[in-house]
């Protein structure tokens, strides 16, 4: 189109700029406006028209919100942003949706547990036991593989907080300034600091320093469950403090009292790993190892033992008395026993003397330190000292008298703590009730907390800082062995959060810490010269090479005299413990935790109060009652459980419920045991239980724990050490079209321990959902791996078996018959297929299955269960409501194995694929594996003698089977 | 159960005009409008509950009912059957009897034929119900799909859907088809326009030739040949859905008889309620006789006693295999936390029904409509029991559990009997609720032969 031309007026245009204002124009006539001019415009750039037209006024506030809302997309988060950026040059080794593993730990009361973290683009979602690790071996438990979900956890305390109101670390700086000035002035009088247990080489130089630079600052330390009576023992033993570490893969006679050596806590990776080498090494009748355990409240390690003896908690004592006397240790007289306790030690005894040098000693950690001297003697005397227990440095920081809490309390009480900073600790509400710490921290004109959560003792604080996850920060640790490990950061700090080290720094007047800074310099003088290359192989493998705990040279003669204190008649003994599954109350805002089942009374959701069957009856008490414990002035209520073989009269109370404060799901219910204790003994106390109105639905997953004649779980004995072998079922049903690979699972029931650890494993990996407790007590719960425990013979003393039941994944399954739809079908490598996105969800299937392991959606629960959904797997459909699911043999490792050998050209390795069930495993009780090679572990398991079909009875023909247990119980297996 | 010596079915002073008069004039000029009114008063209701029910369950989903695991399946499947169930007598009736050349059940064919019709909708909503994603529904069918993929036709769920539907159509056709010669005669009766278009759409221009009665009565009694086989196919069929499974208490041969002659009991219970009802509120005595009552009860005690047998030879099974699986399901049943079901089924069922021995007791229809409802809720009863105490507690003791049904279980099957009474009371508005050409065909047999039914 021509533009049309007609003489130019400068007079005009003049006034038109004029007039104009700030209009921008581009050429003459259009800043003339001329017709001409728009015209051509709408015939050359017919879009560009209407911008040139008046801006009407919805023109003008649509553009305005346009622009407001791209103005706050500028403020959105900081400056992350700018690295959203696409890759313009790709990292090495660097491809989105490949993960990558890092070696690093987590924490559990001071010790690191050391992890191999997963990562996809950033995003840690799985961690496991870091293979390379001499501890660990690969293996995991319940809380390694649940810290993901504490990362994750969207009720982490996010930003610095003051009087409650959001603050930020440069606000805490400056008032750190005036404190530090006062601190100085006053060489740290008045200043104390709270901690949990460390092992921290890192955190120990700092606080040491910062003691040097303030040299009246102390230093108190509060584990809630503690084992602060081991080493005041090894002192009255030894003259110095140390730590017993146990060989158990060297006994061949292990007696504990009251220890509950393969339950949960820092060390049960360590011992279940032990424990599993010598239990699976010798057969039957040769020498097998012989576990001898007395004990209050049934634990784990009772359950597998050879004998095991219920016995009041008040009367453990008596027991270690006993055992001393019976080894004439000098000072320790022979107490009055009753018969069944007379005959149980008499024969621990002397299978004690009998194994000398290759037997081993333990008592429960909350027993007096006479009893650890005691034992420690005991086991100088049978020559098991440099033999299946030694003693080492202790690996955390054992406080000194005056720096307990006790210690704290009254200095708090009397008025003399002018600061005091808790860092990492809820003492609060894990304090002793008989502390009285709150009543005492109100007396302390400056109070800092620093931790995880805004919890109750945040809430009692003027200030409060949120620190890193472990999976977070810069930090190092030493594993239950002592080997140190190096923590690194596998993902950015998700909130305003530091790590504890910075805040430390922070005390010593480093305003702006980096964030590796205090771990590099410790690290800098340990390495030394050769710094950069150890820093890196520590990094990568995951720990510090040659760094676990040297062997002391300790001979223990004598124990101080003792004599177990009478137990008053009338009261009965109050046992209180860490919850298996949420401890102290730490991991008790991580709902999986929280939903796993109890291993024994397999309750969720709240901690339950056991009595004995016998104390239950004389109360007039039934399953979910509610009752009152009172101890002298204290007394908490809870839900009754009849636990089988519980001692008599003792009641056993789990800490970590009754939160007040701490997130949502940590305050989801049962009591507060805390309140129980007392001042002077840990765990133990004496009190009555009464029966009060009420009656509470307890969540459980497991109603029914009789095995009614059948023989669910079977066993052999030395004189029978076989079991009929499997029956091959006649089928209508020609065979499935076979692979090259026929994947099945043996499970060794003489191996479970009953840990979760598997389960815990197969939620994470995945992506199973948490139903929450209404739900669990419905019969919903979703896992699709479950620990079965059963008992057999009387109630008070009955034998107890664990059963893990995943999918059976039958050659003949009722299910794929049963699918109207094909969504559950079996593929040609065995597995017993679940098409999620096949699935109308018509339950046939669930209903048909004899082992009732498919899990259905009966609602969106991924709504319920927001919080871990970045820790999701994003190999795993996270299934949607209405749809069946259940164990698929982690059919998404299988696949990226074969993808693996496809792409380098090979067949699948032997036993290369490995399940998360049987990777987490503490004592190798899962075997996965190709049937059709007859070298793989789990055709070898297949061949024992042991081996059965779980219902075989019903010609389902299982690939997952299981090896029967031993019976090795005097009288009734090998004598 | 009838012989020669009985006397003739229906009071012979009837002329064939005074019977067509008499149940064409129902619909034209319905006599009670009042208690017809607050009867769909309350049937609305339920179905709006219905409604309500569904419109949760498709938001929310199947966690709104109590089941869970191992009760996978309760109150949906249970009221399935049972509905089913119930529907199966109307085929009897009008099919089987009317190939057997029983004439008396011409009095009762229409209306146990209706009721078949829509207690086979209420049964048919429920598989769609209990479905944890119901609009995949279709994929129960063959159709082409982009990914090939087929239904599973060994599965019990994919045979039972072809049976619900090939059922639901054979009783439409055959109710609709027996239907015709009677809309034809309401047309003919007709006075206002509307009722003459609307009959005369429905009767399909029938003018009652020979050539019509011919074709009529062919294509009767082959839809009634195709009908019969059904009744039982249909039944094995669903009981299937459980047989199939290896679960204790289902898993048992004897399950395709025992669940059709239970259909069979219960649908007969249904019809002999609705006989005695319909007959009080229509004043039908000439009609319905109380010798049809006498029959109805014959045939339920008939029923009953077979059904019983399945309940004995079920104990027989279990004992007899000693399978301790099987035995532990018995003991459950007998006295386990389910036990009420279970007496309560014997107790509904079998020992409310022995009254029915005495001909007087069959021949008072308060008596009769007690004891019928009796066996509907005992037969209800059994279906739970069926299914909830072998689910309940299976093979592996750790995986027990227990099943509470919840409101929306509740609201759901209550509904359901909305959605049955709702277009009933319709059809007994619009339509002749008993067969007048097939009366009048008694009444002719009656004229020309007394002591017909030979």
């Given at each position: 189109m021509r533009r049309e031309h007609s003489s130019f007026d400068l007079s005009r245009a003049r006034a038109a700029a004029a007039a104009g204002g700030k209009r921008f124009w581009t050429c003459l006539e259009e800043l003339l406006d001329e017709d001409g001019f728009r015209a051509w415009m709408a015939g050359e750039f017919p879009a560009a028209v209407p911008l040139f037209e008046e801006p009407g006024r919805r023109q003008f506030l649509k553009l305005m919100g346009a622009s407001l809302l791209l103005a706050g997309l500028t403020g959105c988060g900081d400056n992350r942003a700018e690295e959203a950026l696409p890759y313009v040059n790709q990292p090495e080794n660097l491809t989105p949706g490949v993960p990558r593993h890092y070696a690093t730990a987590v924490l559990f009361e001071g010790y690191a547990q050391p992890v191999l973290a997963t990562t996809y683009d950033g995003r840690p979602t799985k961690l496991d036991g870091n293979p390379d690790h001499p501890a660990a071996h690969g293996r995991s438990d319940a809380f390694m593989q649940a810290a993901i979900f504490g990362l994750y956890d969207p009720e982490r305390s996010k930003i610095p907080s003051r009087a409650r109101a959001p603050t930020t670390w440069e606000a805490f700086a400056g008032e750190l300034e005036k404190l530090r000035t006062r601190w100085n002035e006053r060489r740290g009088e008045g200043l104390r600091l709270l901690t949990g247990d460390t092992t921290s080489p890192t955190l120990i130089r700092q606080i040491r320093q910062l003691q040097q630079q303030l040299p009246?600052?102390?230093?108190?330390?509060?584990?809630?469950?503690?084992?602060?009576?081991?080493?005041?023992?090894?002192?009255?033993?030894?003259?110095?403090?140390?730590?017993?570490?146990?060989?158990?893969?060297?006994?061949?006679?292990?007696?504990?009292?009251?220890?509950?050596?393969?339950?949960?806590?820092?060390?049960?990776?360590?011992?279940?790993?032990?424990?599993?080498?010598?239990?699976?090494?010798?057969?039957?009748?040769?020498?097998?190892?012989?576990?001898?355990?007395?004990?209050?409240?049934?634990?784990?390690?009772?359950?597998?033992?050879?004998?095991?003896?219920?016995?009041?908690?008040?009367?453990?004592?008596?027991?270690?008395?006993?055992?001393?006397?019976?080894?004439?240790?000098?000072?320790?007289?022979?107490?009055?026993?009753?018969?069944?306790?007379?005959?149980?030690?008499?024969?621990?005894?002397?299978?004690?003397?009998?194994?000398?040098?290759?037997?081993?000693?333990?008592?429960?950690?909350?027993?007096?330190?006479?009893?650890?001297?005691?034992?420690?003697?005991?086991?100088?005397?049978?020559?098991?000292?440099?033999?299946?227990?030694?003693?080492?440095?202790?690996?955390?920081?054992?406080?000194?008298?005056?720096?307990?809490?006790?210690?704290?309390?009254?200095?708090?009480?009397?008025?003399?703590?002018?600061?005091?900073?808790?860092?990492?600790?809820?003492?609060?509400?894990?304090?002793?009730?008989?502390?009285?710490?709150?009543?005492?921290?109100?007396?302390?004109?400056?109070?800092?907390?620093?931790?995880?959560?805004?919890?109750?003792?945040?809430?009692?604080?003027?200030?409060?800082?949120?620190?890193?996850?472990?999976?977070?920060?810069?930090?190092?640790?030493?594993?239950?062995?002592?080997?140190?490990?190096?923590?690194?950061?596998?993902?950015?700090?998700?909130?305003?959060?530091?790590?504890?080290?910075?805040?430390?720094?922070?005390?010593?007047?480093?305003?702006?810490?980096?964030?590796?800074?205090?771990?590099?310099?410790?690290?800098?003088?340990?390495?030394?010269?050769?710094?950069?290359?150890?820093?890196?192989?520590?990094?990568?493998?995951?720990?510090?090479?040659?760094?676990?705990?040297?062997?002391?040279?300790?001979?223990?003669?004598?124990?101080?005299?003792?004599?177990?204190?009478?137990?008053?008649?009338?009261?009965?003994?109050?046992?209180?413990?860490?919850?298996?599954?949420?401890?102290?109350?730490?991991?008790?805002?991580?709902?999986?935790?929280?939903?796993?089942?109890?291993?024994?009374?397999?309750?969720?959701?709240?901690?339950?109060?056991?009595?004995?069957?016998?104390?239950?009856?004389?109360?007039?008490?039934?399953?979910?009652?509610?009752?009152?414990?009172?101890?002298?002035?204290?007394?908490?209520?809870?839900?009754?459980?009849?636990?089988?073989?519980?001692?008599?009269?003792?009641?056993?109370?789990?800490?970590?419920?009754?939160?007040?404060?701490?997130?949502?799901?940590?305050?989801?219910?049962?009591?507060?045991?805390?309140?129980?204790?007392?001042?002077?003994?840990?765990?133990?106390?004496?009190?009555?239980?009464?029966?009060?109105?009420?009656?509470?639905?307890?969540?459980?997953?497991?109603?029914?724990?009789?095995?009614?004649?059948?023989?669910?779980?079977?066993?052999?004995?030395?004189?029978?050490p076989a079991l009929p072998s499997a029956r091959t079922a006649k089928t209508l049903y020609p065979d499935w079209p076979a692979a090259d690979h026929a994947w099945g699972m043996v499970i060794d029931l003489d191996r479970c321990i009953g840990c979760n650890a598997c389960v815990a494993a197969c939620n994470v990996e995945n992506n199973v959902l948490v139903v929450g407790k209404d739900e669990v007590a419905r019969g919903r719960e979703m896992s699709w791996l479950r620990v079965d425990r059963y008992y057999t013979g009387d109630i008070e003393s009955p034998r107890s078996y664990f059963q893990p039941v995943p999918c059976m994944h039958c050659e003949d399954a009722p299910c794929e018959m049963g699918c109207p739809v094909h969504a559950t079908t079996h593929s040609p490598e065995g597995i017993n297929q679940q098409v999620y996105n096949r699935c109308i969800g018509t339950r046939t299937c669930s209903s048909y299955c004899p082992y009732k392991v498919r899990r259905f959606n009966w609602y969106d629960y991924r709504k319920r269960d927001e919080a871990s959904r970045a820790a999701k797997n994003p190999e795993v459909t996270v299934r949607s409501r209405g749809v069946m699911e259940k164990c698929t043999y982690c059919t998404q490792r299988i696949e990226t194995a074969h993808a693996q050998a496809d792409k380098e050209g090979r067949a699948l390795r032997r036993d290369e694929v490995v399940t998360a069930c049987q990777q987490a495993c503490p004592t190798q009780a899962i075997v996965f594996g190709d049937l059709k090679d007859p070298g793989s572990a789990v055709s070898a398991q297949r061949a024992s003698g042991r081996h059965y079909v779980l219902l075989e009875e019903l010609g389902t023909r299982p690939r997952t089977t299981y090896l029967a247990r031993w019976n090795d119980t005097p009288g009734e297996g090998e004598g | 159960?009838?012989?020669?010596?009985?006397?003739?079915?229906?009071?012979?002073?009837?002329?064939?005009?005074?019977?067509?008069?008499?149940?064409?004039?129902?619909?034209?000029?319905?006599?009670?409008?009042?208690?017809?009114?607050?009867?769909?008063?309350?049937?609305?209701?339920?179905?709006?509950?219905?409604?309500?029910?569904?419109?949760?369950?498709?938001?929310?989903?199947?966690?709104?009912?109590?089941?869970?695991?191992?009760?996978?399946?309760?109150?949906?499947?249970?009221?399935?059957?049972?509905?089913?169930?119930?529907?199966?007598?109307?085929?009897?009736?009008?099919?089987?009897?009317?190939?057997?050349?029983?004439?008396?059940?011409?009095?009762?064919?229409?209306?146990?034929?209706?009721?078949?019709?829509?207690?086979?909708?209420?049964?048919?909503?429920?598989?769609?119900?209990?479905?944890?994603?119901?609009?995949?529904?279709?994929?129960?069918?063959?159709?082409?799909?982009?990914?090939?993929?087929?239904?599973?036709?060994?599965?019990?769920?994919?045979?039972?859907?072809?049976?619900?539907?090939?059922?639901?159509?054979?009783?439409?056709?055959?109710?609709?088809?027996?239907?015709?010669?009677?809309?034809?005669?309401?047309?003919?009766?007709?006075?206002?326009?509307?009722?003459?278009?609307?009959?005369?759409?429905?009767?399909?221009?029938?003018?009652?030739?020979?050539?019509?009665?011919?074709?009529?009565?062919?294509?009767?009694?082959?839809?009634?040949?195709?009908?019969?086989?059904?009744?039982?196919?249909?039944?094995?069929?669903?009981?299937?859905?459980?047989?199939?499974?290896?679960?204790?208490?289902?898993?048992?041969?004897?399950?395709?008889?025992?669940?059709?002659?239970?259909?069979?009991?219960?649908g007969f219970a249904v019809v002999s309620m609705i006989a005695v009802v319909l007959r009080a509120m229509f004043d039908l005595r000439n009609l319905v006789t109380d010798q049809h009552l006498d029959i109805l009860g014959q045939v339920l005690l008939a029923t009953g006693l077979m059904t019983a047998y399945g309940y004995v030879f079920e104990i027989f099974d279990a004992l007899y295999s000693g399978d301790a699986h099987d035995i532990q399901t018995l003991t459950n049943r007998f006295t386990g936390q389910y036990a009420w079901s279970y007496w309560g089924a014997i107790a509904f069922n079998f020992v409310a029904l022995q009254p029915l021995w005495w001909r007087s007791v069959r021949r008072t229809p308060w008596m009769l409509f007690a004891i019928s409802t009796c066996v509907a809720v005992g037969m209800w009863l059994e279906r739970y029991m069926i299914l909830v105490t072998s689910l309940y507690r299976d093979f592996l003791v750790s995986s027990w559990g227990e099943y509470h049904p919840t409101f929306w279980d509740w609201a759901t099957y209550i509904g359901t009997i909305g959605l049955f009474l709702l277009p009933f009371l319709l059809v007994i508005r619009l339509l002749p609720v008993i067969s007048i050409f097939e009366t009048k065909e008694v009444l002719h047999e009656e004229h020309r032969e007394p002591g017909h039914g030979k």
């Open positions: 009246m600052l102390r230093w108190h330390r509060h584990e809630p469950i503690g084992h602060a009576n081991i080493p005041e023992g090894m002192r009255l033993a030894f003259g110095r403090p140390a730590m017993p570490q146990y060989r158990l893969d060297l006994c061949d006679v292990v007696v504990g009292i009251g220890h509950d050596l393969l339950g949960p806590g820092p060390r049960q990776v360590l011992h279940a790993g032990q424990w599993t080498r010598r239990r699976g090494e010798i057969a039957p009748g040769q020498g097998r190892q012989r576990l001898h355990i007395a004990e209050s409240t049934p634990g784990l390690t009772g359950v597998v033992a050879t004998t095991r003896l219920a016995c009041d908690a008040s009367r453990l004592p008596l027991l270690v008395q006993a055992l001393a006397a019976s080894f004439e240790i000098p000072g320790w007289p022979a107490p009055a026993l009753e018969d069944d306790e007379r005959a149980w030690l008499e024969r621990a005894a002397g299978e004690l003397r009998k194994s000398a040098g290759k037997s081993l000693l333990t008592v429960a950690p909350q027993l007096a330190a006479e009893c650890h001297a005691a034992a420690a003697a005991i086991n100088e005397r049978l020559k098991n000292n440099g033999m299946t227990v030694w003693y080492s440095e202790p690996l955390h920081a054992v406080p000194e008298k005056e720096e307990t809490l006790t210690a704290l309390c009254r200095d708090m009480a009397a008025g003399v703590v002018d600061t005091l900073i808790i860092v990492d600790s809820n003492p609060v509400y894990t304090a002793p009730a008989g502390l009285a710490f709150a009543q005492g921290l109100e007396q302390v004109p400056h109070r800092i907390h620093a931790g995880l959560h805004f919890d109750e003792t945040a809430q009692a604080c003027g200030w409060h800082l949120p620190l890193h996850h472990a999976l977070e920060s810069w930090s190092d640790a030493r594993a239950a062995d002592g080997s140190m490990t190096i923590l690194q950061p596998v993902i950015r700090p998700l909130y305003a959060s530091r790590s504890l080290h910075q805040v430390f720094d922070m005390l010593a007047g480093i305003h702006d810490p980096p964030a590796d800074g205090a771990v590099r310099a410790t690290w800098r003088d340990a390495f030394g010269k050769d710094f950069d290359e150890r820093w890196r192989r520590a990094l990568h493998d995951g720990f510090v090479a040659d760094s676990a705990a040297e062997p002391l040279t300790l001979t223990a003669t004598a124990a101080p005299p003792f004599k177990a204190p009478e137990a008053a008649g009338g009261e009965i003994d109050i046992v209180l413990g860490p919850d298996p599954t949420i401890w102290d109350g730490r991991f008790a805002n991580v709902a999986w935790l929280q939903e796993l089942p109890k291993p024994l009374s397999k309750a969720t959701w709240e901690n339950v109060i056991a009595v004995s069957a016998s104390l239950a009856a004389a109360q007039g008490l039934a399953q979910g009652d509610l009752a009152e414990i009172t101890a002298g002035e204290r007394r908490v209520r809870g839900a009754v459980w009849i636990m089988p073989g519980q001692a008599r009269r003792t009641a056993s109370l789990a800490f970590g419920y009754g939160r007040r404060s701490g997130g949502e799901i940590a305050q989801c219910g049962g009591y507060d045991a805390f309140a129980l204790q007392s001042a002077e003994r840990q765990g133990f106390a004496r009190g009555t239980i009464r029966r009060i109105e009420g009656k509470a639905v307890i969540a459980t997953t497991q109603a029914h724990h009789r095995m009614d004649g059948f023989d669910f779980v079977r066993e052999v004995t030395a004189e029978d | 159960m009838t012989d020669s010596a009985a006397p003739p079915i229906l009071p012979p002073r009837q002329t064939y005009a005074s019977v067509t008069d008499q149940l064409a004039s129902i619909p034209l000029h319905f006599p009670t409008r009042r208690r017809w009114l607050i009867a769909l008063c309350i049937a609305s209701a339920l179905f709006g509950l219905l409604c309500v029910s569904a419109a949760v369950l498709f938001t929310e989903g199947v966690g709104i009912w109590g089941i869970n695991i191992p009760v996978n399946w309760a109150f949906a499947i249970h009221n399935y059957v049972w509905w089913l169930g119930i529907g199966h007598a109307g085929t009897l009736i009008s099919a089987l009897l009317l190939l057997l050349g029983r004439e008396w059940r011409n009095s009762l064919n229409r209306f146990a034929e209706t009721m078949t019709l829509f207690a086979v909708i209420c049964a048919g909503i429920y598989p769609v119900l209990h479905l944890g994603r119901p609009w995949f529904l279709y994929w129960m069918f063959p159709y082409p799909s982009t990914m090939k993929v087929w239904p599973q036709f060994r599965s019990p769920l994919e045979w039972d859907i072809w049976a619900l539907l090939t059922y639901l159509i054979v009783s439409t056709v055959f109710w609709y088809i027996g239907l015709i010669p009677d809309l034809a005669a309401a047309r003919d009766r007709a006075h206002r326009r509307r009722w003459q278009v609307f009959f005369g759409i429905l009767s399909l221009g029938w003018r009652g030739s020979a050539l019509h009665w011919l074709r009529w009565q062919q294509a009767y009694r082959l839809l009634a040949a195709l009908a019969v086989p059904l009744v039982v196919s249909v039944h094995s069929e669903v009981s299937l859905l459980f047989a199939a499974g290896t679960i204790p208490g289902w898993h048992s041969t004897v399950f395709p008889p025992y669940f059709v002659l239970g259909a069979a009991f219960s």
